[in-house]
């Protein structure tokens, strides 16, 4: 029996937190599965040996008037392929699969992050399609409690929701010695890297930093 296929779609491949962690799972699941990756976009910041799968496809998306194009793009992967299972990330990823996905696949959509303080809170017409492309046979997987809250809060949930917490890869548990050490110095110097976001919360850090 061969192996099952996986279709994952994603905006781009340029270095974020949901892309790393699409990066960082697709070694083990090439081991169980033909795993056929489609972006929205071309841009990809990861070394080719990064994202090695069975095969890779551009929709084009350029904006809100190719839409319609990318639906019928997608629609003909699929029907290429014939996976068993779709999984989306991020929001204009999860619309364009939602609408070109057959009822007959199971369809996996993640949330990286809480929707209503970032996609929603700058766009009501985002909000209007998650609505309105919701289905309650569709799965969630949420990376926090918080962002699993905030989906249930702004849109509902699916009959099938779960937390699949983000994980840090091995190589980062062994940063090795520290250039300077804090404790002879008498100085701790740290560095956060993100976008300005509300839903990166930046004054709750800056808050907890006072107490070290």
């Known amino acids: 029996m061969g192996k099952r296929t996986i279709l994952i779609i994603i905006d781009t491949l340029r270095k974020g937190g949901e892309e790393m962690l699409l990066a960082g799972i697709l070694p083990d699941l090439n081991k169980e599965f033909e795993v056929i990756l489609v972006t929205l976009s071309p841009e990809c910041d990861f070394h080719p040996d990064q994202v090695a799968v069975e095969k890779r496809y551009v929709l084009g998306f350029t904006g809100k008037m190719s839409f319609i194009g990318c639906i019928f793009r997608l629609r003909k992967i699929i029907s290429r392929h014939h996976p068993h299972l779709v999984h989306s990330h991020l929001i204009y990823s999860t619309l364009l699969a939602r609408l070109a ?107 907890s930093l006072i107490y070290l």
């Open 101 to 207: 996905c057959p009822s007959k696949i199971p369809l996996l959509f993640s949330i990286h992050n809480e929707l209503s303080k970032n996609a929603f809170d700058e766009s009501s017409l985002l909000r209007f399609l998650e609505k309105a492309t919701f289905r309650k046979r569709q799965v969630l997987i949420a990376v926090s409690d918080t962002v699993l809250r905030d989906y249930e809060e702004t849109i509902g949930l699916p009959d099938k929701a779960h937390i699949l917490k983000n994980y840090i890869s091995d190589h980062f548990f062994d940063p090795g010695q520290p250039a300077k050490n804090p404790a002879t110095t008498g100085t701790l110097r740290m560095v956060a890297l993100g976008n300005v976001k509300n839903s990166k919360n930046y004054f709750y850090l800056l808050r």
